[in-house]
């Protein structure tokens, strides 16, 4: 089973950016389907970005589309969420998570510890 550990969390104003990196250990990395998620206080968590094993198709939410990008190299087994035109609320913690299922929609069985986004206005 894949490992994740989240880094990049952190504070910034409103309109500010911020890369979230994703490592992973423990497995073949190019075989996850990987994604972020986040999870705002009192609220559910939710989708955020995915991108296919060898990064050549991207989803977004419609929330954070056109700000977000999602990219991976998996030659240092990273995941990427490059974020950008941030608002206050994108305030949540993001995780990280893999997929290993090959058919179907993904299981995202895999999560890391998350990491704290804090948007200030």
């Known amino acids: 089973q894949v490992q994740l550990v989240e880094s990049g969390g952190g504070l910034v104003q409103a309109g500010g950016s911020l890369r979230l990196s994703c490592a992973a250990s423990?497995?073949?990395?190019?075989?996850?389907?990987m994604g972020w998620f986040r999870q705002a206080p009192g609220k559910e968590r939710e989708f955020v970005a995915a991108i296919s094993w060898s990064g050549g198709s991207t989803y977004y939410a419609d929330s954070v589309k056109g700000r977000f990008t999602i990219s991976r190299d998996n030659a240092k087994n990273k995941v990427y969420l490059q974020m950008n035109s941030l608002k206050p609320t994108d305030t949540a913690v993001y995780y990280c998570?893999?997929?290993?299922?090959?058919?179907?929609?993904?299981?995202?069985?895999?999560w890391g510890q998350g990491t704290q986004v804090t948007v200030s206005s």
């Open positions: 423990g497995s073949t990395f190019s075989s996850y389907f």
């Open positions: 998570a893999a997929s290993s299922s090959r058919e179907g929609p993904p299981d995202f069985g895999s």
